[in-house]
């Protein structure tokens, strides 16, 4: 069976997620750049060891990442997955597990790279937002989709209405994608990321 290493700094919401509907087993650790994050005590009601890796304890970007590749590898993931983990990621790092690391952000990529997503939507007037699953390349927010889900925006939201709807849908989709990738199912090639025999849409 497949072994994912799930990344976060806090809440852990989109890892809670996906513990509860992958197969059991799979999430084979959980590391953390923050000593507070929620995250690490579902891990550790899970009984899933995991690990904290402050940023603040290295000089620089490199030297952080090149510990968390070695704290990764010590697990031999098949994917690593990025959940609410809160570091830029250097070329090195995204070279090393390029076509094995996922990520999640509150929007339809590629609109709203970066932060304050629900807000930025809300400012532009849009009329649908939500969240997407990509494979990380060395563009901040840029990989290639593996999949989206939407909500309307009603005039009635506020940033922390819509960030709530978001999440639950991130809480649908995440799971998905890693049961997906952990069934052998999704591949990233030169041509895109395909899903069975299905090459998928570029973008949203
Ligand atoms: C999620 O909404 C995720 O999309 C976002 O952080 C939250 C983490 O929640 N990620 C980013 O903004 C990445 N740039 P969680 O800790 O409860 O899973």
Redesign the pocket.
């Known amino acids: 069976s497949a072994r994912v290493v799930v990344l976060?700094s806090?809440?852990?919401?989109?890892?809670q997620a996906i513990l509860d509907k992958i197969e059991a087993g799979q999430v084979v650790a959980v590391i953390s750049n923050r000593a507070d994050a929620f995250?690490l005590k579902r891990a550790e009601l899970a009984g899933i060891p995991s690990q904290i890796l402050d940023h603040k304890g290295f000089s620089d970007r490199l030297s952080f990442d090149q510990a968390m590749m070695q704290a990764i590898d010590t697990y031999q993931p098949d994917l690593v997955v990025l959940?609410?983990f809160?570091r830029i990621l250097s070329p090195e790092f995204v070279q090393h597990y390029s076509g094995r690391l996922f990520?999640?952000?509150?929007s339809l990529l590629p609109l709203y790279k970066g932060?304050h997503t629900h807000q930025r939507a809300l400012d532009a007037g849009d009329l649908e937002h939500g969240?997407s699953v990509h494979f990380v390349t060395e563009e901040l927010?840029g990989g290639p989709l593996v999949i989206q889900a939407k909500t309307p925006i009603l005039t009635s939201d506020d940033a922390a209405s819509l960030q709530e709807r978001?999440?639950s849908l991130?809480h649908i989709i995440y799971p998905l994608a890693v049961d997906w990738f952990c069934a052998g199912r999704l591949r990233l090639t030169a041509e895109g990321v395909w899903l069975d025999d299905q090459l998928l849409p570029a973008s949203g």
């Open positions: 976060i806090g809440s852990g919401s989109n890892l995250g959940a609410g809160m990520n999640i952000h509150p932060m969240c927010d978001v999440h991130e």
